[in-house]
Every structure is written in structure tokens, then in C-alpha cells.
């Protein structure tokens, strides 16, 4: 039996409603409406859309080297919000995630690969191992840094990065200023794999 049939024996409309008709030959329009959904498929579509809005804001980076440390370790998985350079630009101690230069790019590194570096200096500071003739108080330096570079004033619309980890990081150093359009996002915070275990 349809599940019209079924709600027609059921249900009579009272002949003193005002919209008598109408009510008898609800059971024509009732086949009509949309079959009802279960709620989890609603629940999937609701939490698809929130993944993917969420991956608009943030998402988690792996770390692959010991450029970082001893701030973020190898294996560390770190948060990079996206937002916040939307609205203001990056600051000096911002530890930030990027895509690749193009001067890395040119020895065979993928242009989608992303690094993490610190932001030591912002557009129209002058660095020569230190920013704008003041020593930076670097707690967050892995060690005595043990290299020289010559001095620069950074362009309009980039930023010069250095990891922590002073000797052993692929930095402007050696490629140069960063463009800020490069930055994908800005560190949040970090946890290690062990911490799920």
C-alpha cells in the first residue's frame, strides 16, 4: 500500500474546516513532496562544507628539517593560519610558511614545496646582522650564528627569513629577500606526533 493510500485511510478531514476541499485531496500533493532525507547525510554535507572552509583558514604542515629548531623539531606537525596577512602585514619575530623563491626553484626545488622560516626584517629595514643598528635579542637562535652577509636594505613588498636553527638553515642569506606575496600563512602552534600516542 502507498504511503498515500495509507494516511488517507487514516486521516478524514473534518467537513466544518473552512478549507474543506483543500484538505480532501491533500493525499494528490502528498506523493509530490521530497522524500525526507536522512539526517546524517545532511550532517556529511554539513561537515564537508566546514572542512573545507576550515582548509581556507588554516591547515597543519609537516616538518621535514631541523631548520627550525629548536622552536619546531623534525616531525613536529605545525598549524599555519591564514588570515591574519590579510589584514596586517608580517612583523618581525612572525615565524612564518611560504612558498619557495624562484632563486630555489632555479637549483630544481618544486615551486610547490612550502618552507618555515622566522621574519627578521620587514620592506625598508637595513640588515647587516643586525636590523636597523640594533642587535636582535634572538632567545628563540639555536646557537652563535657562524656566517657573515653583506649588508641590504630590503625592497618594498618582501621580507628577509632566517630559521632558527642559524647554521644549519636555507634562508635570505642565500637566496635573498622574500616576496610577501609568497607567504601562505603564519604560525600558530605545533604538536608532536608522540603527544597522540
Known sequence: MAVGGLLRGLVSPPAWLPCHELF??????????????????????LLLVLLLFSAALAEVRYIASSSMAPTLRPGDRAVAEKVTYLFRRPSIGDIVFFKVPTAVQNYGVNKDVVFIKRVLATPGDFIELIVNGVALKEHYAAATSL?????????????????????????????????????????MTSFTRSSFQ
Not at 493525499?27 to 554535507?45: N, T, V, Y
Open 24 to 45: 480532501a485531496s491533500w493525499h494528490h500533493w502528498l506523493p509530490s513532496l521530497p522524500r525526507l532525507r536522512p539526517p546524517a547525510s545532511d550532517g556529511f554535507k
Open 147 to 187: 656566517y657573515t652577509m653583506e649588508a641590504m636594505r630590503l625592497p618594498e613588498g618582501h621580507v628577509f627569513v632566517m630559521g632558527d636553527n642559524r647554521n644549519n638553515s636555507c634562508d635570505s642569506r642565500a637566496w635573498g629577500p622574500l616576496p610577501v606575496a609568497n607567504i601562505v600563512g603564519r604560525y
